[in-house]
């Protein structure tokens, strides 16, 4: 009778652990900030955790393992939004008749600080894949095909959901800004009454 044994080369568990935490302390802030721009507060530090328990298990062997680790972020965020919402539903049911607290909003849609509100409304008319498009190259700063690995989709699909997501933009800050000149080009009438 032959054993197999799992070599240190085919088994991820086997990896050293220094090089996992390599990756960890390389890595980290950028998913901390990635989880902060999508959870609330208080549950970022439990995103960067499950990220990083799942990466010890499973971290792929590439150059550059952030996309990967964006994509699993990724899932566990969604996750954590499923969690929540049927956490809210399952109070709701339990003390049903009671007034209850209104869910935490998504942080990621609560853009303000700073900038222009009219971009925050044109943003906001997007889907959610053309906003996640747009968060992955301009506030984590991917390059094209890593931000398509961390979407979880081809590189053809990133690259429309971006153009339409830029598009999408483009029109909604010209309209408003022809609506702003046309309030602004309108002489001052006074209210008759």
């Known amino acids: ?18 090089a996992r935490w390599a ?11 990635y989880a902060a721009r999508r ?3 208080d549950a970022v530090d439990d995103v960067v955790a ?5 990466a010890w298990r499973k971290l792929p062997r590439e150059a550059d393992p952030l996309p990967w680790l964006y994509a ?9 939004r499923r969690s929540h919402a049927r956490r809210g539903a399952l109070l ?26 009219a971009l925050i409304r044109a943003f906001e008319q997007l889907t959610e894949t053309e906003r996640e498009a747009v968060r992955l190259i301009a506030w ?8 398509a690995r961390a979407a ?21 800050l010209e309209q408003e800004a022809a609506a702003a000149g046309a309030l602004a080009a309108a002489p001052n009438m006074e209210v008759v009454r």
């Open 23 to 33: 990756v960890y302390e390389q890595h980290a802030q950028a998913i901390r900030a």
């Open 72 to 80: 699993v972020a990724r899932r566990v965020v969604h996750g954590h």
């Open 39 to 41: 959870v609330e507060p």
């Open 152 to 172: 979880g989709c081809s590189r053809a699909t990133f690259a429309v959901r971006l153009s339409r997501a830029r598009v999408r933009l483009r029109t909604a």
């Open 92 to 117: 709701a049911r339990a003390i049903s008749g009671y007034a209850t607290e209104a869910p935490a909003p998504d942080p990621a849609d609560q853009v303000g600080g700073g900038y222009d509100p």
């Open 50 to 54: 499950e990220t990083f328990a799942i």
């Open 140 to 147: 984590e700063g991917l390059e094209h095909a890593d931000a």
């Open 1 to 18: 009778m032959r054993i197999r044994r799992r070599t240190a080369e085919r088994s991820p568990a086997a990896r050293p652990r220094d």
